[in-house]
């Protein structure tokens, strides 16, 4: 169960989803494994750290860096 888990953690990373988001902050909150956990903790960190680069590109391009 938690190897699948956080396999699976790992691989919703790569998704942009505001339900798959929600899943991993349950599953970060909520998982009795703490394997299982740090896996969707680290995957939301690259979702946030995605959207901040995203953010930054979109207010560099608007302002012509």
Excluded: M
Excluded at 1 to 21: Q, S, W
Aim: aromatic share 4%; charged share 30%.
């Amino acid at each position: 169960r938690r190897g699948l888990l956080r396999n699976a953690a790992l691989a919703l990373a790569a998704f942009e989803n505001p339900e798959v988001e929600r899943a991993l902050k349950q599953a970060a909150a909520n998982d009795p494994e703490r394997l299982v956990r740090k896996h969707t903790e680290w995957a939301l960190e690259q979702i946030r750290r995605r959207n901040l680069i995203r953010v930054s590109v979109d207010q560099c391009t608007a302002s012509e860096c």
